[in-house]
């Protein structure tokens, strides 16, 4: 089981104070939990999001509030959206959705290919990735972390993998157009003969040796 701890903050503390403390600022909102606002230590969210990525559920545990008296809540949570430095690149700011174990929730799992297309291999073309990732239902406990799709009976041109020939885990619930295509090999461009380098030495050297040749016949006349 992922678990994530989390504490509450409010308002008035500053969001660079927040991340300076090794902390991510987060929000928690959905299936029966208030907006809340929440901090997440950097590192663990770092280490949940390899493990968990955006479509395996995590327990964010959130502490209560000693001073009003508040117990620890245990919540369901997916990594819904995850904004980024767009320098450094590392999280600045989180959204957590809370989910109803018991309800079926729509993701965007990412496919992960695996093998290598005959047709590639025999010379025929390129394999190109249509898709990256496909709409998927299912209960939140059966959510995949990814889907594979095995591109080596991939033997021709007209050979196609359409979202439709992907196989789902166990109660899983395809939601992409089943005719979309995820991957096929597109034919490989012919290579255009390179015409050799000119010389232009030879060039420059025979002009010269014209040039000399003129002037020998001038001074002979």
């Known amino acids: 089981m992922n678990k994530l701890t989390a504490t509450k903050r409010s308002k008035a503390e500053r969001l660079v104070t927040i991340r300076t403390n090794g902390m991510v600022p987060a929000v928690v909102y959905g299936a029966r ?3 809340t606002m929440i901090s997440v230590p950097a590192i663990d969210f770092d280490k949940i999001l390899k493990v968990a990525g955006e479509t395996s559920t995590i327990v964010l545990e959130l502490k209560g509030d000693a001073a009003k008296k508040e117990v620890a809540q245990n919540i369901d949570v ?9 320098v450094k690149g590392f999280p600045i700011h989180i959204d957590f959705l809370a989910v109803d174990m018991n309800k079926a929730v729509e993701v965007s799992v990412p496919i992960r290919f695996v093998g290598t297309a005959k047709a590639e291999k025999d ?3 390129t394999l190109v990735k249509v898709l990256h990732e496909i709409e998927i239902e299912a209960l939140p406990k059966d959510l995949p972390h990814d889907i594979e799709v095995d591109v080596s009976f991939i033997s021709t041109l007209e050979d196609f993998i359409h979202a439709k020939d992907i196989k789902l885990p166990k109660g899983v619930i395809l939601l992409t157009d089943g005719s979309e295509v995820v991957a096929l090999v597109a034919a490989a461009k012919e290579e255009v003969e390179e015409s050799a380098p000119v010389d232009l030495t030879s060039i420059e050297v025979e002009k010269k040796g014209k040039k000399e040749e003129e002037l020998e016949t001038e001074k002979a006349k």
Request: no cysteine; proline share 7%; net charge negative.
């Open 33 to 35: 939990v208030e907006n």
């Open 78 to 86: 997916l990594i819904h959206d995850i904004q980024v430095d767009p």
């Open 123 to 125: 010379g025929f073309g």
